[in-house]
């Protein structure tokens, strides 16, 4: 059964725009590359003065989330460039397995 896999991240407005670019430079790119990916939305939106970002990736199964996110597939994958953008870092994603799409 194919799983949805869910981040969440925030940054400051001055960094909204900078940080969307970053994403569909660095991230799209790495998770289209990874064995067992399907598909992925980023959204975003403002939000009480910050930026916010959802990512929601689609993957074969549970198994294969290994391929990107390592051993810990609840652990959140963050990149070395993310400490330019983002106000914290949350520790874990969240798993749905997909019934209908």
Known sequence: MMIARIWHGKTSIENFGAYTAFLK???????????GFKALSFLRQIKN???????????????????????????AKYYPEDNNYLLEFEETVQHFEVFAS
């Not at 916010?52 to 652990?75: C, M």
């Open 49 to 75: 003065g910050e930026g916010h970002f959802t990512l929601i990736t689609y993957w074969e199964n549970l198994e294969v989330i290994k391929n990107f996110a390592g051993q810990d597939i609840e652990k």
């Open 25 to 35: 430079k660095v991230a799209v790119s790495d998770y289209q590359k990874t064995t």
